[in-house]
């Protein structure tokens, strides 16, 4: 299973960007965003089917995680960006038994891609 991030960019500070991911409409799927220095963390998942989605508290204000199960994609949607979301964002993925859950930590996921840098300029 391969998963593909990408979308990211420089930006400013207001300013929107969809990240998107290349994914397995089997598997649920999740993006984590790690700063320099800092830990891996979760940001918004989204279940097998589409139906069940999650956010992290810095997250459920401005963005939106969504998924096109004909194209094998999931987006994140991130609106009115902050210097604070300046990161590394990754998708990973994992698998299910129900069509309703999505993990929320790191070691929940068995699939991740490569990264896509956002920097969010003041």
């Known amino acids: 299973v391969q998963l593909q991030a990408s979308g990211g960019g420089l930006v400013q500070a207001g300013d929107s960007l969809r990240l998107s991911c290349t994914a397995s409409?089997?598997?649920?799927v999740g993006w984590f965003r790690q700063a320099p220095g800092e830990e891996r963390t979760f940001v918004a998942g989204?279940?097998?089917?589409?139906?069940?989605?999650t956010y992290a508290d810095s997250a459920k204000e401005r963005f939106s995680i969504s998924r096109d199960h004909a194209r094998n994609m999931v987006y994140l949607r991130m609106n009115s960006l902050k210097p604070e979301d300046t990161a590394v964002y990754y998708c990973?993925?994992?698998?299910?038994?129900?069509?309703?859950?999505?993990?929320?930590?790191?070691?929940?996921?068995?699939?991740w891609g490569q990264g896509t840098l956002v920097t969010v300029s003041s």
């Open positions: 409409s089997g598997h649920a």
């Open positions: 989204i279940s097998r089917s589409g139906t069940s989605t």
């Open positions: 990973a993925s994992h698998r299910s038994f129900s069509t309703l859950r999505v993990n929320t930590t790191p070691g929940g996921f068995e699939y």
